[in-house]
C-alpha cells in the first residue's frame, strides 16, 4: 500500500462532484462512449446461444438457469475508470431473481456487480476468490416494480491519485471508488481496493430456485474515463522553435472545468470538458477564441493548442501533475 | 429517437447515392479519399514480404503457403470509422475452401478484423482477437458476388463506432454490430490458400475514405433549434462557422482521431464544442458559458 495518509477521501468526494452532472444525461446514448449497444441488431460477438442469452423484439434477453447466474463479459475492452449505463425490463414471474451490470471483472472468481431485483431491492456485491460478498443491500424508492417495469443502473468507476511520501510527484493511488446511480439518483459511492488495471465490464443476471428469470436489456454503454483532471500541472511546450515553461491549474466548475494557464507572468483563462479520454479547452488569449485538446498519459497530459499568432499551427503541450 | 430514426433514414438513402456512384466507378479513387492504390506502381506502404505477399502485373498478390494464411497490413493507417473497398480476384485453381479480402481494426498481428469473399460465392466477417478466431458473420451465398476461379468481386465496407455495413458489387450484403477497438486499427487485405496449394489472391484498387473528416457543410439541431455549421481546414486547425437562430458565430477547431472540438466566443461567452463521427455526420455536447451543455446533431449536406 502506497502513501499511508493520503488524501484519497477527498479526492474521492472531487472525483464524484465531477460524475454528478452526467446523472442528467441518464442512459442517453453518449457519442463518446467505447462501447455501446442498442440491441436492434444481433452482435454475435456477444455469444448468443439462443438459450441463455438472445437477441429478440430489438432487445438482449438473458435467461440464467435455475439457482444460477448468467454472466456476459464485453469482450476485448478492459477497463478502470468508466461510465457504465444500462436499461433492464424485468421479467414475468417471482422476485428471487436479480440483474445488472458487472465491472472490475478480473475473472469469473473475481468481479464486482450492482444489481436489481423486480421487487425494489438493489444490490451491489463483489465476488473475491470465488466467494459472494454483499457490500450493500436496500430497498430504493426510485426503482419501478412489478413485471416489465424498466429501471436504468448507471455505475461509475474512478481510479484515485494521491500524493505519497516526500516525493513531488503524484501517483495512482491503490484505492478506487464507484459511484452507483439508479434511474438517475445518486444511490451510493464507496472507495474500495480495485483491481490494479481495472477490469472487464459486462452484464450479469441470476434466476431463483423456482423459475428461469428472462430479463431483457434495451441499451448498454460504457464510456472510458481517464484519471480526473483537476489539479497543477507544471506546463511545458514550444511557440515557434521556443519552449516555455509554466503552471496549469484545473478546477472543477459544474459540469466542466475552469482552466487557468499562468506562463512567463501571463494568464490565460479557460473552459475545459471531458469526453471519453479527451480533455478539451475553449481559451481566450489576446482576445482571440482558441483551443486546446489533451489526451491522458498516467496521471499527467500531452496535447496540444491552436495559436492565431502562428496561423494553422498548433503548439505542442504537456502538463505534469504537481501536488496541490 | 425520431432524430435517430430520421438520421438512419437519411444514412440509407445516402448509402444507395455512394452505392450507385460506385457501383459506376468500381473501386477507383475519387477525390477525397485518404488512402489510394491502384498498384501501377508499388509503394512501401504496403507490408509485403516478397514471398507471401508482393507486387506483379499492376496487382498486390497475396500467396500464402498451402493451408496457411497471409495479410498485408498498410503501415501506419490507423483508422477507426471509414469506408474501405477493394477489387479483389479469386485464385485461379477450382478449390473453394478459402476466402479472401479485407483486413480492418488491425491492432497487431493477432489482433484484426476481417471481410471476406470466397470462390465459392459467399460472404464472411470474422475477428481474431490474441489469436483465436470469431465468426461474426458465418459464410453466407450473396447472390451479387461473383464466384469460380479467377472471379473478380468488389468488397465495400464501412467501420463507424459499433456498426459494419458491408457491401459486395454494390448491393448490401450485411448490417452488423461489432465493437471497434477504441482507437481502431490499420486496414489492409487478407486471402487463405486452400489445403494442399498455394493460392493466389489478386487485389486491385484498393481505396479508402475516413469518416472522421470535419470538412463540409451541414444541416444542424440543437435543442429544437435548426441552423447549419460549416467546417474548413485551416492548416493543422479547423475554421467553423454556427448559422443559428439567423446568427453566426465562428470558432476555431481540432480534430483527434474520431472527436472534433471546438472553441468559439459569443455574447462575451466562451463556448466549446466536442463531437463524435456519426453515421451521417457529427454527434455532441456544446457548452456555453456556466450554462448546461445542449446535444447538438449535425447531418452532413
Known sequence: ?324 | MDLVRLARGLAACFGIQVVAAHAAFGCAANAGVTFKDDFKAPTSRWAVDGNHSYFANGQLVLKPEPNGTTSVNVKESSLKSATFCLDIKSPADPNTDLAGGLMFWRTDTSNYFTALVGPDGTFAVRMLANNAWTTLAPATKFAKLNSGPNATNEIRATTLNNLITLYLNGAKALETSIQAPATGGEFGVYGESTRDKRSEWYIRDFNVVSLANPTGQYNVTRGGVAGAASVERRGETFRVVWTMNGRSVEGVGMLDGDIFSAAFVTGGEIGIATYTVSETGWNGFVRLGAAAQDMEHWIRR
Open chain 1, 1 to 324: 500500500m502506497k502513501g499511508a495518509g493520503c488524501g484519497c477521501v477527498l479526492l474521492a468526494l472531487l472525483a464524484f462532484a465531477a460524475v454528478t452532472p452526467h446523472t442528467a444525461l441518464a442512459c442517453q446514448a453518449d457519442p463518446f462512449a467505447l462501447f455501446r449497444d442498442d440491441f436492434s441488431r444481433s452482435n454475435a460477438e456477444l455469444g448468443p446461444d439462443g438459450d441463455h442469452l438472445y437477441f429478440a423484439d430489438g432487445q438482449l434477453a438473458l435467461k440464467p438457469d435455475l439457482n444460477n447466474g448468467w454472466r456476459l463479459p464485453i469482450p476485448r475492452f478492459k477497463l478502470l475508470g468508466a461510465s457504465y449505463c444500462a436499461e433492464f425490463k424485468s421479467p414475468t414471474g417471482p422476485a428471487d431473481t436479480s440483474a445488472g451490470i458487472m465491472f472490475w471483472m478480473v475473472d469469473a472468481a473475481n468481479l464486482f456487480t450492482a444489481m436489481i431485483s423486480p421487487d425494489g431491492t438493489f444490490h451491489v456485491s463483489r465476488k473475491k476468490d470465488n466467494t459472494w460478498q454483499t457490500l450493500l443491500t436496500r430497498a430504493s424508492p426510485k426503482f419501478k416494480i412489478g413485471p416489465g417495469a424498466v429501471n436504468e443502473i448507471k455505475v461509475i468507476t474512478k481510479k484515485l491519485v494521491e500524493v505519497f511520501g516526500a516525493a513531488s510527484r503524484y501517483s495512482l493511488s491503490d484505492n478506487s471508488v464507484f459511484a452507483v446511480y439508479l434511474n438517475g439518483q445518486f444511490v451510493t459511492d464507496m472507495d474500495v481496493l480495485a483491481p490494479k488495471d481495472g477490469g472487464f465490464f459486462g452484464l450479469f443476471a441470476e434466476s431463483g430456485g423456482s423459475q428461469r428469470s428472462e430479463w431483457r436489456v434495451l441499451n448498454f454503454s460504457a464510456t472510458a474515463l481517464p484519471l480526473e483532471p483537476s489539479g497543477i500541472y507544471k506546463v511545458s511546450g514550444s511557440v515557434g522553435g521556443s519552449g516555455y515553461e509554466g503552471k496549469v491549474t484545473v478546477d472543477e466548475a459544474g459540469d466542466a472545468y475552469a482552466v487557468v494557464w499562468s506562463i512567463n507572468g501571463k494568464s490565460m483563462k479557460g473552459t475545459g470538458v471531458l469526453r471519453g479520454a479527451t480533455f478539451a479547452v475553449a481559451y481566450e488569449n489576446a482576445g482571440k477564441v482558441e483551443l486546446a485538446t489533451y489526451a491522458p498519459s498516467g496521471i499527467d497530459w500531452s496535447g496540444k493548442r491552436t495559436n492565431s499568432e502562428t496561423g494553422g499551427q498548433v503548439v505542442a503541450e504537456t502538463w505534469l501533475r504537481q501536488p496541490r
